[in-house]
């Protein structure tokens, strides 16, 4: 069984759980196989079946079922989960949502429970609407507040120092309601993009708005101490809808920020509600969560459910002629199963969250690998078929897993506040109050060797970084086996594939491919928005989607999608125009090199005499000495020792400095070199100067960045916006507000 794991995972899916989710000893040795990991996992989660009266022999089954779907990568569940079962740590949810009340306790006290979650390795979602406005009189000293947005500075501030042991980072979600009194300096509080840099931001968005902006009129600010009208010098405050709405559209078209939550149509479908208020989501915006609620996630690579090869029945206006499901209806009862036991087996970062989550039992099943699904059955992502099929698969997973989870109501009891819910009027024993959430797979879908979530291609093919500094083509897999199939898989056509965004640019490759093998940009944003729909129609919580615009689009196709998104049911919805965001490197390979000349550069000679700076720098291989002397007021070049480390620790030092330095003299900015060296890892990463040293390229660049570097390039191992991997300098790719690595498996979230 172990061989057979091993066999089925692609040589970067074994490099991403080496890197990040596979135990380690004391020393940092890594001391399981990825079958090893499985196997971990699944016994874990199966023991919880001791809760409920199962024999020995009936836990060794369900760990048996636990461990082959995962082995056979046809469910994964959250990271969390892969990282932390039957581990130290123990907690195994990757969504959290906690309320920000008030006063100054309150406030202080949200930020401490999310450090701890953070440090868990979970995400956290806050709603800043109950924070009185900028301004606003303080009764007990007589001061003025200074408003949400300060205080979510101090919230990014607290993440950025909350580290957690190389796996995951934190991150958040702030959500304000749009009839906030500080909506506006929210909207544009990321304008400069390296300010709240640890923050996705959602506006709010109510029926009462979309009926102002439908009737191009005012609505009504709410004072949020009282929920009544907020009230000024001139009477009750109101704002033309229609300039609130240009707004979030302008930033949204200018950096994918902020996106839109219908928070009124995701309480109406809330099943608490009205008895609980959803106020917020997750950082990525699928989970709607009441106060303290929290959520474990899992995914089902639907690829591995396409009957192959296609049977002769196989009819593509009958596209579910294609999928194997009666095995998917299997594997979505086991899913069900795991997920419910992950509830009794986690260790939860504090008391109210563990109360609420046994209290709500929400889980969140989901898919991944619909585009590769869609691509074995021959159907384009835009066509009507496609459409037709993601409405029935989703269906059958929501329907299966309903009857699963009303089945073990049966067995084990329905969740406990299931009597202030619809199924209770509606009279339907559950165990769970949420079964299903379409999640962002980035990392998961690296191990599962599958497409993202229900997400089209990015691109068929990538440039990637390997360790040596040399640059290899990874291709799709699919799209390789038919290349080589036909005869025309070759180095030089899979170069010209990675340097495109779609394969529609490049003649030598097959229409019938051209059709479907499409990326993100081949799909219109209307496109997008209708798939995200289909999907949202048979889904208990939210739709993880990014919609992807080309970077000519306008600011009024960006107004016009979220709009349709309204009408056609969404819950959310998140834009991303191609290369709005600074520094951004294209998906195929091609990098903006901005200042950087693609003619011969000129080196500057050095003077006889420079001054510089020398620092010293605590590594995991001693103290580091940096001297970086400037030119004109700029760093010219670096020099950097190491001590008593060995020779080859010494060269290789002095080999970086070189290379720095001949960049520098090229006339490359430093900021660049920066994106490159911040985050390397290394076998020995210490912690020094109140924060962590990965590596000895990473130390240089730390002092380099103190005294030279701009403040865009000061956010260390966790990126900047744009999509330069800083832990091996590969391509990023933004999902639902989130970088991830294709190489790495590197996240921002």
Known sequence: ???????????????????????????????????????????????????????????????????????????????????????????????????????????????????????????????????????SVVASTRGVASGPISFMRVFNSATEAVKQGGTRRGANMGILRVDHPD??????????????????????????????????????????????????????????????????????????????????????????????????????????????????????????????????????????????WERLGQTVRMAVHFLDNVIDQNRYPIEEIAEQTRSNRRIGLGVMGWADMLTRLGLPYNSDSAYDLGRQLMSFVQNEGHKHSSELAKNRGKFPSWENSRYAEENIAMRNATVTTIAPTGTLSIIAGCSSGIEPYYAVAFERNVMDGTRLVETNPLFEAIARERGIFGEELMREIAQVRSLSELENVPDDLKEIFLTAADISPDEHIKMQSVF?????????KTINFPEAATSEEVRLAFRLAYDRGCKGVTVYRDNSRPDQVLSSGQADRGEIPDAPLKVAERPSSLTGITEKIRTGYGNLYVTVNTLEGRPFEVFAQIGKSGYTTMADTEAICRLISLSLRSGVPVDQVLRQLRGIGGASPVFSNGGKVSSIPDAIAQVLQRHFGSPETDSGPQGHAGEICPECSSLMILESGCFYCTSCGYSNC
């Not at 636990?66 to 990282?83: G, I, K």
């Not at 996705?200 to 708005?209: E, L, Q």
């Not at 591995?304 to 596209?319: E, I, M, N, Q, S």
């Open 183 to 324: 909506i506006k300096e929210f909207i544009t509080c990321k304008d400069d993009v390296s300010e709240i840099t640890n923050f996705n931001i959602s506006v709010g968005i109510t029926d009462a708005f979309m009926s102002a902006l439908e009737s191009d009129s005012t609505y009504e600010l709410k004072d949020p101490r009282s929920g009544e009208a907020y009230l000024t010098e001139e009477g009750p405050a109101r704002l033309p809808a229609a300039e609130v709405f240009d707004m979030i559209v302008q930033r949204a078209w200018q950096t994918g920020e902020p996106g839109i939550v219908f928070l009124d149509r995701m309480n109406r479908l809330n099943p608490t509600f009205p008895h609980e208020t959803v106020e917020a989501t997750n950082p990525c915006g699928e989970q709607p969560l009441p106060a303290f609620d929290s959520c474990n996630l899992g995914s089902i690579n639907v690829s591995r459910f396409a009957k192959l090869p296609r049977p002769d029945d196989f009819d593509p206006a009958r596209p579910e002629t294609g999928v194997d």
């Open 536 to 544: 949202q129609e048979n889904c208990d919580s939210s739709v993880s």
């Open 1 to 135: 069984m172990s061989q057979g794991t091993e066999s089925r995972l692609t040589q970067n899916a074994l490099s991403v759980l080496r890197r990040r989710y596979l135990a380690r000893d004391d020393q940092g040795e890594i001391v399981e196989t990825p079958h090893q990991m499985f196997a971990r996992v699944a016994g874990f989660i199966a023991d919880a079946d001791r809760n409920y009266g199962a024999t020995d022999e009936e836990v060794g089954r369900t760990r048996e079922a636990f461990l082959q779907s995962m082995s056979r990568l046809e469910f994964l569940p959250n990271s969390p989960t892969l990282m932390n079962a039957a581990r130290p740590l123990g907690q195994l949810s990757a969504c959290f949502v906690l309320p920000v009340g008030d006063s100054m306790e309150e406030i202080f006290q949200a930020i401490k429970d999310a450090a701890l979650i953070h440090k868990s390795g979970g995400g956290t979602g806050f709603s800043f609407s109950r924070l009185r406005p900028r301004n």
